[in-house]
């Protein structure tokens, strides 16, 4: 089993910053991509930003310049630094990863998910 527990959300006015953070525990072989996806009230959840095991980063258009994905490979954790923050923030942010475990004859790989987190962004 693999769990990705996620910490860091809150409640934060326009223009300030808050850091989520998402570690990965249990039968971990390897992980590829890292990332954070998140959904506001009636919309579909979208993608923020991943990360490949090899730094490779993805951000979506409306965050760019502002947030910043990162990883700590030693730690299977996930780190999402979030600036300048907007009132169009405020959403359920989801942590996700792609993760091989391995079983008793083989190995296999899929997508896990985390609980999720609230980000409220005040104006």
């Known amino acids: 089993q693999v769990q990705l527990v996620e910490s860091g959300g809150g409640l934060v006015q326009a223009g300030g910053s808050l850091r989520l953070s998402c570690a990965a525990s249990?039968?971990?072989?390897?992980?590829?991509?890292m990332g954070w996806h998140r959904q506001a009230p009636g919309k579909q959840r979208e993608l923020v930003a991943d990360?490949?095991?090899?730094?490779?980063?993805n951000y979506a258009d409306s965050v760019k310049g502002r947030f910043t994905v990162s990883r700590d490979n030693a730690k299977n954790t996930v780190y999402l630094q979030m600036n300048s923050l907007k009132p169009e923030d405020t959403a359920v942010y989801y942590c996700n990863a792609r993760i091989t475990s391995r079983s008793t004859i083989s190995y296999y790989t899929r997508d896990y998910w985390g609980q999720g987190t609230q980000v409220t962004v005040s104006s």
């Open positions: 249990g039968n971990i072989l390897s992980i590829n991509t």
């Open positions: 990360i490949t095991s090899g730094g490779i980063t």
